[in-house]
């Protein structure tokens, strides 16, 4: 099959009538880690004047509650979306339908709230637990040889490996840090069994759409909804998976590769296509 070339857009604006539900990634498009991007806030609150629904889904690793919680401490306010879902939301419910098991937690103590709930058995002892559930590194400075003899043992063990958040890297202001898919990656490499939550897998985006037809009572078209994202990889890929249409935002966590945010003449585009990930519209950074 052949991929179409993708449409550059100065703004959101010149699109949004096409569709009443948006898809929203958030580090790399509304904000770095460290501040907002007020341009993309006035796209939502554009967006928002214009009755669209709003839709805010991230892989970070915790609870919307949590993330909620940090979007409020950058000056955002709530009231423009409908929705936060992140992985860790999906990561949650599946620890609370699996009670019976045993869980090794590998990451830092801020994720600790996707277990934070009566029954979710977590243990500090890895040849005691059922499966590992990874939020990240449990320091950002860590080298994967500190995890090799962990993971060794664990996969001779047969021990699943749930990683709550399929990023491999984010950008935190203008510094790259790894995240739990960067370790999952590793985990599968040398033979082990990973289950994900988050993008770009279906589940996340089923789970999104359902509380917006439930809110709404309303059936929602795929057709209507529009992603919006700056991970190739897992916002773009995901849009593909669930087909539904997409944004890349070229300024986010791929900006070394797309010279003079160009993706028609650049070789980097040409990856892109042999990996058969679809990117619909761009724009350098969001804007309305």
């Keep these: 099959m052949k991929i179409k070339s993708p449409i550059a857009i100065n703004g959101v604006s010149e699109i949004f009538r096409n569709f009443e539900t948006f898809f929203f990634d958030l580090w790399g498009v509304i904000h770095n880690g460290v501040r907002l991007f007020p341009e993309a806030i006035t796209t ?3 967006l928002k004047e ?7 889904i991230s892989n970070a690793p915790r609870t919307n509650y949590s993330v909620k919680n940090f979007l409020k401490q950058l000056g955002f ?38 277990f934070e709930y009566k029954g979710i058995n977590l243990t500090k002892n890895l040849n005691e637990a059922d499966e590992i559930v990874c939020t990240g590194l ?6 994967l040889t500190k995890y090799e003899n ?4 664990a996969i001779q063990n047969e021990k699943i490996f749930i990683c709550a958040n399929p990023d491999e890297t984010v950008i935190r202001g203008d510094k790259l840090e790894y995240c739990a898919g960067y370790l999952a990656k ?24 359902n509380k917006v037809e439930k809110k709404f009572k309303k059936k929602i078209i795929n057709s209507e909804i529009l992603a919006i994202g700056d991970n190739l990889n897992t916002d ?5 998976n669930y087909n539904i249409r997409s944004v890349f935002i ?13 993706l028609s003449a650049n070789k980097s585009y040409d990856e892109i296509k042999n990996q058969d990930i679809n990117v619909d519209y761009f724009q350098n950074y969001l804007s309305w």
Aim: charge should be positive.
């Design 44 to 46: 939502i609150q554009k």
């Design 50 to 56: 214009n009755n669209k629904k709003i839709v805010l």
């Design 77 to 114: 306010d709530l009231i423009l979306i409908d929705f936060l879902v992140t992985s860790g939301d999906l990561t949650k419910e599946y620890l609370i339908e699996n009670l019976e098991k045993k869980f090794f937690h590998l990451g830092p103590d801020k994720d600790k709230d996707i």
């Design 138 to 143: 449990e320091n950002i400075q860590d080298d």
């Design 150 to 153: 962990i993971f060794k043992i």
């Design 186 to 209: 590793f985990y599968k490499e040398k033979g082990g069994k990973v289950k994900f939550y988050g993008k770009p897998y279906n589940e996340i985006y089923e789970y999104a759409k």
């Design 236 to 240: 773009i890929l995901g849009a593909k």
């Design 250 to 262: 070229v300024s986010g966590i791929h900006n070394k590769l797309f010279k003079n945010f160009s």
